[in-house]
């Protein structure tokens, strides 16, 4: 199975939304836009630059096993203050390694100093089923050509 799609192939399939919050915002606005959004992560935004990510695992193990309030303690206090990302051209395969390398599941695409995607561990192997998908759908259109030719 090929995997050194470049990454921007699967930001074509993928909804243009993008969702933020600001590092000054509270940990319960970032979890309750979560939940309405149904997502797992939000970028965290300083004005147009990127400074960081917000996950669900953060909650979990720096608020509710620390004893913090989420009310009261603000995204900087508790986000990675690495954030790792990666370009467009970057393929399947590398996104796959570096997030199994810096245990994340999700990656920002930039393209320079410009946001132009997200990628979560989910869009991998949505990626990856269906291009397996399509490579056995030909291979059972060259055998059966074969046969019946």
Same mark, same amino acid.
């Given at each position: ?8 192939? =699967? ?6 939304? =993008? ?23 939000? =970028? ?7 400074? %960081? ?13 620390? %004893? ?43 393209? %320079? ?37």
């Amino acid at each position: 199975m090929k995997t050194t799609y470049p990454i921007s192939s =699967l930001l074509h399939h993928k909804t243009s939304a =993008l969702w933020s919050v600001a590092p000054e915002a509270t940990v319960f606005e970032a979890i309750k836009l979560m939940a309405e959004k149904n997502i797992g992560s939000l =970028l965290v935004m300083s004005g147009s630059r990127l400074v %960081g990510i917000f996950t669900e695992r953060d909650y979990t193990r720096k608020i509710a096993l620390q %004893g913090k309030t989420s009310k009261q303690t603000q995204v900087w206090e508790i986000m990675p203050k690495n954030v790792v990302t990666v370009a467009p051209d970057d393929s399947v395969e590398n996104c796959m390694k570096l997030m199994t390398e810096n245990r994340v599941r999700h990656l920002p695409v930039m393209d %320079g100093a410009n946001l132009v995607g997200i990628i979560s561990i989910g869009d991998l192997v949505n990626w990856i089923i269906s291009t397996q998908n399509a490579a056995i759908e030909q291979m059972e259109q060259y055998i059966a050509g074969g046969v019946t030719g």
